[in-house]
């Protein structure tokens, strides 16, 4: 059972939910914790349920003035209160996927992992780039 401190906190974040710069300026860090705190009460769970549903219903109907950074957080927060996704219609929103395509056949010796470092002027492969690595131990008292 959470206590009425947390509770009042995690119920001034569902009152706030829909209000994108308060939601991310004030809760960002702790977003994953208050959907856990959500999801184990169940008050704070029906009245988390019932926002987001009407969340997506406004979204699905056309009211996409609602910032897209609120309608992540709706569904990350349905995923954490039930388990499952949920199948918005019409919403895409990944800001932090990046797709990038490889061509892997120009790739040497694909078996073994090293690393490939080009000359600063002539942006040629060094073959062997450690070969003029020189390692001194020093004593610190030396430049005191």
Partial sequence: MTGSL?????????RNF????VLLKEYGPYLSY????????????????????????DWQNGDHTI????????????????????DLKGFEYIPNLI???????????????????FHPSTNEPIDEPLNNLILEEVEVHDFI
Avoid at 6 to 14: A, Q, R, S, V, Y
Avoid at 18 to 21: G, L
Avoid at 34 to 49: Q, R
């Fill in 6 to 14: 947390e509770k009042e906190i995690t119920l001034t974040f569902l």
């Fill in 18 to 21: 829909r209000d994108s710069p």
């Fill in 34 to 57: 208050h959907y856990k705190v959500v999801a184990n009460d169940g008050e704070l769970s029906l009245n988390a349920v019932r926002i987001c549903e009407e969340l997506f219903n």
């Fill in 67 to 86: 910032a897209k950074e609120v309608v992540q957080c709706a569904l990350d927060m349905w995923f954490v209160m039930k388990g499952e996704e949920y």
């Fill in 99 to 117: 797709i990038q395509e490889i061509d892997v056949a120009k790739g040497k010796n694909t078996g073994e992992i090293h690393r490939i470092e």
